[in-house]
Every structure is written in C-alpha cells, then in structure tokens.
C-alpha cells in the first residue's frame, strides 16, 4: 500500500498529499486504513468510544420529538490525535433523516436565505427551487435543473465569502427545529451555553470536492462546529492547526454527526472523495418505511414496512392512524386527515402524571395531548435561546409538529422518491456554528 503522507517532497503540507491520494481516480486509492465508526473496535490506538449519560436537561421524549434516540443510546467515539473532536455514529431514529433530507432540499434554499445561484437567479420569496425543479428532473436530458446546481445555502449570520467575515446586519432566521436539535447536542457533551447561530447547507455530488481548510470567521472559537451528513458517504479528513500534521481519514455515513471543538476547533478539515453505494441506491437507513405512530413515539422495529424504491406493490401495506391500508392509498388518506385537521397525537395513555413537576409555563402551546405539550416545553428551552434570530414566522415552520406530520407525508413513496432519487448521486452537509462570544454582540467596527 502506498503511504498517503510521509514522502519527502510533501513533508510540509502532508494534509495536501493525503487529500489527492483520496481523492484520485486511477488508481483508486487503498481505503484500508480509513476509520469506519460503524464497524470499529473502541479503545485502539486511534479513538476511544465516549461515554454518554443521559442528560438531565434532556429527556427521551424531547430527543425523540427531533428524530433522536436517547442520550444515552448514542455512539460517540473521540481521536487521540485530534483533542475535542467527536464522532457521533447516527443517532437518528429509523425513518427520521428523511424529514431533515426535506428541510434541506425544499425549505432551507427559500427566501431570506442566500445560496449560490442568487448571482444567476432571482428568486422570490415564495419561491422554491425543488418544486420548480421536479418537472425538469422528470425529463430524459435538458441540461441540470436548478436544484441540481446548487451548491451551497446559508442562514442565520451569512458569512461574507469575499472578506471571510460575519457581518452584523447581514441574516436570516434560523430554523427553530435545527437551531433546537443542535444546542442540545452540544448540550449533551458539555456546551451547555451554546447557540446556533449560523449555518451552511452544502450540497455534494459523486465528482464534489470539498478541500482542506479551517473555518475561523466566528467570533467565538471555543464553541464547537456540529455537521450533519445525509445521503452519500464520504470520506472525511481532520488533521491538526498546520498541513505539516497527517490528517486522519474516516468514512462519513448518512446521519453521522461530527463535532469539532477544543484544539480541533481549528484544526484543517477536507472532504475529499464522495463514495457511491455500490448498487447505485440510496443508503438502506433511508430506503426502508418506518412506521407511522402517534406523537412522540419511537418506531418499532418490528413492525417497519420495507419497499423497493422504485415502486409500490398493490399489496403494499404501512400503518396509517393505527390501521393498515395499501402504501398506494397512504398519501391520499394522510392529505385528507391533515386537511379535515385529524388529531394524529392521539392522548391514548398519556395522562397528566406524564407532566414532569416545574416544566409548565405560562406560555406553552395550547395542546390537547399532554405528553406533546410537555414536548412542546421542553424543546423550546433549546429552541429559543436565541430568539433575535428566530422571529415567530421562522419558528411556525419546524416546531414539533411539523416534523410528525412531515414524516407521516415522507413515508409515501410517492411524496419521498424524488428526494431519493436526487440523493442516489448526491451528499447533503448541514454545518452548525455559534458566531458570537457568550452574552456578547457583534464587536465594534474599528473606524476607518
């Protein structure tokens, strides 16, 4: 096997050898020797697995209300070599990646938010580009569809590319779902005053590269930097503060999180090959159809109805307001019950004593199900620490429901083919930052 980082030409920036050893075609590179956290054997002589409590702060129910398995059911690795970096091997519950799949392909590329192709397109607030793409992904040839050139989006603080700075007066809502699933995984590793504050979505296909790098713009450099990966996987580079340290290579799977806080706060980081599924699909965590229940409540295994991408057999049958009914029959009903407002969050055994004591306030959404309301509470502790980001109709879209009701629509081939076709050839990467300094603003301009 070739060694990817020790020949003499390249001992000063042995991050640079790494990422063309990965990234060439002919020949491909030997993958022996890349982490798989997936299929890896804790406490070797590259990580050790971190081991998780459940976190006060954070009951199952608030984890689960954002597609999350409990705290304590994660697995969470850490690098020897590379201090305060995490890998947190999907902890998303069956069937939830989906509805964060949707968050980035249909609602985070809208008005306000800015995105690469505003230097081509003028887009209008209610414009959105995966529902002006469909019909051109439809067709045999043509040229790529709008979605299909997308490359980047960003919210919150927009980052300036050109003076690599934040700027005070330049944002756009946070999500409040995004926003809350992010604080309380930093809460849950120590970041206990963290804030969300800016994001960039990237969008990758099987010939994208991203290359080595630190990200310093932010204000506040302790705070850890937590990426999402959904779709294809990926090999990812993390090395040290200088290119002379050999990067550390691992696979990035679909729903893996990374946190990289501490000394691996600056450290360089690459994304130098995207890896396709070798039967051209999408991977099997998202090909398979969770079962539809009532608020709240973890999929079972058991009862997962497995269907080919492609089609839907006549015979066909998901669990839909806790009957079974044809998959070809799914879309319809659920279209029906949310427009004649069926009350999917059912309050069957919940009661009351559900209420953890000192978790209601005076301001908590007026929920019939007390389970949810209790939801509801909970995740706003995480979901509006920043509220100067989050006006109320930025908060109305990804609040709880949204992602129940968005997940009941997503189980139906018919609403989720299009977003697995588009991720048979591509990788979404959603990066998480705090911008400012804890309970400080923007600092002052220096006069010119």
Known sequence: MEDCATTDDTRTDRFKHSFKFFKRRKPPPDFSNVIDFHNCAANNQ????????????????????????????????????????????????????????????????????????????????????????????????????????LRWVTFGYHHNWDTKVYEEDHHSPFPADLAGMTELIADSFGYHQYKAEAAIVNFYHLDSTLGGH???????????????????????LVGGETKEQTPTAMFLHSGDIIMMGG??????????????????????????????????????????????????????????LGKRTDLSECCSVLKEDIKGGHDFHSSESNTESDIPSGK???????????SAKVLCTEQSNFATRNVDLRDTKASEKGDIFDIDLDLRTLCCNENWNAFADYLKCSRINVSVRQVMRHGQGFPEKSPE
Not at 214 to 236: K, V
Request: aromatic share 8%.
């Open 214 to 236: 630190t990200d310093h713009s932010e204000f506040d450099l302790e705070m850890p930097i937590i990426s999402y990966s959904f779709g294809q996987s990926a090999i990812f």
């Open 46 to 149: 590259v990580l050790q697995q971190v081991s998780l409590q459940e976190n006060h702060k954070v009951s199952a129910s608030v984890c689960q209300s954002y597609g999350l398995k409990p705290v304590k059911d994660w697995k969470a690795f850490s690098l020897h070599d590379v201090p305060g970096f995490i890998f947190i091997q999907d902890p998303f519950l069956h069937g939830y990646q989906r509805y964060w799949i949707k968050r980035c392909l249909k609602d985070f590329p809208q008005k306000p938010n800015v995105c690469n192709l505003d230097a081509h397109v003028t887009l209008k607030d209610d414009d959105c580009l995966w529902d002006m793409s469909q019909s051109h992904l439809r067709k045999p040839s043509g040229g790529k569809s709008l979605i299909q050139q």
């Open 360 to 370: 209601r306030r005076s301001n908590e959404l007026e929920i019939d199900n007390p």
């Open 263 to 320: 000394p691996s706060r600056l450290a360089y980081h690459a994304v130098p090959r995207i890896l396709p599924s070798a039967d051209g699909n999408i991977p099997q965590c998202l090909q398979s159809i969770p079962e539809l229940t009532s608020f709240g409540r973890a999929p079972s295994k058991e009862k997962t109805v497995d269907v080919p991408p492609d089609s839907i057999s006549e015979d066909s049958e998901c669990t839909v």
